[in-house]
């Protein structure tokens, strides 16, 4: 094959689809050299492609200077600096759609667990508490409890669908009512978190979203409310949602996100009950990250023909 781009891979993804990127292009792999300064140095100039996942500063573009491709394994892009890359003429394609059901699956195993307490139940039986303490404690319901979810997107309509099969009250919050939907809409995520007994968060990370889940959101979920987040790490206080944990002033919480991966904030490792985390797997099962990948593959082979990226975002 002709004309193989060459593509810097910043940060390896689903192996047996980034291997397949060998078929039409040549990959250098940034993270597994020794010395990245030599590397780049030596391998950045011949790269047109920078393949990642959620993460590309603008020094990183201004190091690969005939740079006209990002590929972004993720549907979400917050880490990558969409301005600079639009002003260097770079166009950045992301993973959108093939995710939705995975990503929806997990945010109901979190609801589900959370809600129903299935991990702390697990930890009292092998704890030898259910002999020496008898039953344990009593839970609130899935079915008919009211569930608030923070973006009604591609990814948070897929999980409304699954909650209703759950048969839960269903409302959403966002900038933009979606009228052609029958869910309640609340233009105020205070008064969404107010009025219930879940809220899961299935929005865009980045500065407009930091900390929008903060020390007064999530007491308003309540001392029997529980909080997913699915989104990113940053959209949460957590130091502020492990305080109202410790002290009761929220009643449990579901994470697959943190702000630093994979660090996980000590003040949440330390609580060891009514508290579920993930290392951000709400997207990966072999299925779905093959579909990921392969939207890259397809992109990558736009660039080589000159024809139309399948999902630019910018
Ligand atoms: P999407 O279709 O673009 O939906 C995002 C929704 O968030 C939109 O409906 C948008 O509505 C709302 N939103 C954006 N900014 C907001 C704000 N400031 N306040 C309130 N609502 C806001 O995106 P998607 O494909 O569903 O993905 C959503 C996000 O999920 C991704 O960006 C990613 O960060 C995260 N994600 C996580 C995982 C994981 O593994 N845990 C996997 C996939 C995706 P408005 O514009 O009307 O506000
Ligand atoms: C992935 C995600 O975990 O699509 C996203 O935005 O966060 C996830 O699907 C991912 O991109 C791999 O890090």
């Not at 959620?54 to 190091?63: G, N, R, S, T």
């Not at 972004?72 to 093939?98: L, S």
């Not at 699954?162 to 009228?179: G, V």
Request: aromatic fraction near 6%.
């Amino acid at each position: 094959m002709q004309n193989k781009p060459h593509v810097l891979i910043y940060a390896p993804w689903y192996e047996p689809a980034m291997d397949r990127l060998d078929e039409i292009a040549i990959t250098h792999h940034l993270y597994k050299a020794n010395n990245k300064e030599d590397f780049l140095a030596e391998h950045g100039p011949k790269c047109s492609v920078i393949g990642t996942m959620h993460y590309c500063p603008a020094a990183l573009m201004d190091a690969v200077p005939n740079l006209k491709l990002i590929l972004n394994f993720g549907v979400g892009y917050d880490g990558v600096d969409i301005p600079a890359a639009t002003k260097r003429g770079i166009t950045v394609v992301n993973t959108p759609d093939v995710l939705n059901d995975c990503v929806a699956d997990m945010a109901l195993s979190l609801i589900l667990a959370g809600r129903r307490k299935v991990l702390d139940a697990d930890r009292y039986i092998r704890s030898g508490d259910w002999e020496k303490k008898g039953n344990f404690e009593y839970v609130h319901n899935v079915h008919s409890s009211k569930i608030g979810i923070l973006g009604l997107g591609r990814i948070g309509l897929e999980i409304a669908d699954r909650c209703k099969a759950f048969k839960m009250d269903i409302a959403y919050h966002q900038r933009t009512k979606r009228s052609e939907l029958n869910f309640k809409y609340y233009e105020s995520l205070i008064d969404m978190a107010e009025d219930c007994e879940i809220l899961v968060a299935i929005i865009p990370g980045g500065e407009t979203t930091e900390k929008i889940i903060d020390e007064r959101v999530i007491e308003a979920i309540g001392p029997t409310g529980l909080l997913v987040n699915v989104a990113r790490g940053t959209v949460v206080d957590n130091e502020a949602l492990a305080r109202c944990l410790k002290d009761g002033r929220l009643g449990g919480a579901a994470l697959d996100v943190f702000p630093n991966e994979p660090a996980v904030p000590e003040s949440l490792l330390e609580i060891d009950a009514n508290l579920i985390l993930t290392p951000h797997m709400a997207s990966a099962t072999h299925l779905t990250r093959m579909k990921m990948g392969m939207i890259l593959y397809d992109n990558l082979m736009a660039l080589r023909d000159g024809t139309p990226f399948k999902t630019p975002v910018n």
